[in-house]
């Protein structure tokens, strides 16, 4: 009897429940297991010592055993082959991260590739004024400060909707908004020609309402990537859409004087305008709102995006967000004031340069109409291989265990200073190719800011990104307005462009201090008071 006990007694604590720790994650055997599996049970002499039953039960009960750890091991080698078909490997914070193969063929990517055309279309319409404004000054006769006023016309209704539209976006979601964000302003666009025929209050009539469907686009975008992009991918997705963006500037200023060579002033215009309204029915059908709401995802990338998300904060953790944000909260707090001034001078010296530099090209370097769209393109294509890769560095950064905050404050110096420093070396350019070294510089240099303020934006307040950065965008509305306006005065007064490049450094300097000083990385409670 004692002898059956004893048996007994060390089988009882090999059971299944011992096996469900969930912290067995290596698919390799233990000493045990492959122990148990080399047992042969006749030359157990302590067998002979017991009853046939109670000898024949514990071996049965050991058999039992030796068939559930081969089980267990098989089952835990399958879940880690599932994860290397995933490209998951475990990484310095035991944290998962998907192989380049798998993120650049995944949903995820096409989600922020569509993100990328519709920010592409975004600035070719928007670029295009800046082309036709020689033409059509010579034209009409327009002075440099009166052609100032119909370029920021654009910005007259860009100034209206990034609030608005921020909010909508947080509430129904970056897809439905987007989509009648790109077809009115596709609209605006496609009637512009129209619009300049008859008079010149419908042609700003017009570029106004360009600028309040495009308020929606950055707050959209912003949005999609919360929902798509883990917090470890979200600087190289942002990277990627704005790389789209920047290269909208490019396309613009190079298309738009070849198709009016072809088509006359509006050809680009009409163009453009039809672009946009396929982008609508393609993003429609092909894209969801959320990963679960996709046909198309495999179930590996939903997995990833959803466990990577359980460890952040995800944009579905909470129920639906207030229809009315906590404005007075959301402005009590000094971090939002560091993106609200990292926004506005991010927009006037990317309004400036993109409203200015081919008049600056035209004027100052005596480069024919052509020639200066060529040289303001350059710059922005160097913003959008500068961009991704300032993407890949930030995230690698992150993922190394530098804090969020440090590696923020990081790029977006590096987003200010630099532009600083190159702008004043433009002031001392000499031929058109220096200056467009020197403005490419600026410009490669200033997109490591969407890896500052702009990633920013969905890390201090996830749930209110959409209104955060309608918020910042509204200010960054009124800088770029000042700016674009401002240039044109500026430059009647004084005569020349260099006195404003130099006031833009200068502004360029004081902005990165403020962010340095009052920005982070961390989650800000906006849904409650300061006690």
């Known amino acids: 009897m004692n002898s059956t006990l004893s048996l007994n007694r060390p089988v009882r604590n090999y059971t299944l429940g011992s096996f469900k720790n969930p912290k067995l994650i290596e698919a390799r055997p233990s000493r045990h297991q492959l122990r148990s599996h080399l047992i042969d049970f006749s030359k157990l002499k302590w067998f002979r010592n017991v009853n046939s039953r109670t000898g024949s039960s514990v071996q049965q009960q050991l058999r039992d055993y030796s068939c559930e750890s081969r089980r267990i091991t098989s089952r835990r080698i399958r879940v880690s082959s599932n994860d290397a078909q995933f490209g998951s490997f475990p990484n310095k914070g035991g944290a998962e991260s998907s192989s380049f193969a798998e993120f650049i063929t995944s949903e995820r990517v096409k989600v922020v590739a569509m993100l990328a055309l519709s920010l592409a279309l975004c600035n070719a319409d928007r670029v295009v004024m800046s082309v036709a404004i020689v033409p059509l000054s010579l034209a009409h006769g327009w002075s440099r400060s009166f ?9 007259w209704g860009y100034l209206i909707s990034p609030i608005a539209g921020g909010t909508l976006v947080d509430y129904y979601g970056g897809k439905a908004v987007m989509a009648c964000g790109v077809a009115l302003w596709s609209l605006a666009t496609f009637l512009t020609p129209w619009a300049a025929e008859n008079s010149l209050l419908a042609l ?32 190289r997705a942002v990277a ?32 453009f305008g039809l672009c946009g309204f396929l982008w609508v029915l393609v993003w429609l059908s092909a894209t969801s709102s959320t990963p679960d709401r996709s046909p198309q995802i495999s179930k590996y990338e939903l997995d990833y995006i959803m ?14 967000t207030k229809m009315i944000p906590p404005f007075r909260r959301l402005l009590s707090k000094m971090p939002t004031w560091s993106l609200i001034v990292a926004n506005a001078m991010h927009s006037w010296g990317f309004f400036v340069i993109l409203s200015w530099m081919p008049i600056y090209f035209n004027s100052v370097h005596h480069v024919d109409l052509r020639q200066a769209a060529w040289f ?34 990081i790029m977006q110096s590096i987003g200010f200073v630099g ?55 509204t200010a960054g509305t009124f800088a770029a307005i000042i700016g674009t ?25 004081l902005a ?20």
């Open 147 to 155: 052609s100032g006023i119909v370029q920021s016309s654009f910005l």
């Open 204 to 235: 700003l009539f017009a570029r106004a309402m360009l600028g309040v469907a495009e308020g929606v686009a950055l707050p959209c975008m912003n949005n999609m990537i919360a929902r798509w992009f883990p917090s470890t991918e979200r600087a």
């Open 240 to 271: 990627m859409a704005m790389a789209g963006f920047q290269l909208g500037n490019a396309i613009g200023l190079t298309l738009s004087p070849i198709l009016m060579s072809q088509g006359g002033i509006f050809g680009p215009f009409v163009i």
């Open 307 to 320: 466990n990577k998300r359980q460890k952040s904060h995800a944009v579905e953790s909470k129920p639906k």
């Open 376 to 409: 303001s393109a350059v710059p922005w294509c160097m913003m959008a291989l500068t961009g991704y890769l300032a993407g890949l560095w930030s995230d690698t950064l992150i993922r190394n265990g530098t804090s969020i905050t440090l590696t923020r404050k």
């Open 419 to 473: 532009p600083a420093v190159a702008l004043v070396g433009l002031t001392a350019a000499k031929t058109p190719s220096t200056a467009s070294a020197w403005l490419s510089l600026a410009v490669g240099l200033k997109a490591f800011s969407h890896c500052g303020f702009l990633v920013n934006l969905q890390e201090i307040a996830p749930h209110y990104s959409g209104v955060l950065h309608g918020l910042s965008n």
């Open 485 to 509: 306006v401002g240039a044109g005065f500026f430059v009647e007064l004084v005569g020349s462009f260099q006195g404003f490049l130099l006031l833009t450094s200068l502004l360029y300097f």
């Open 512 to 531: 990165a201090l403020f962010y340095i000083k009052f920005s982070t990385g961390e989650r800000v409670n906006f849904d409650e008071s300061d006690s």
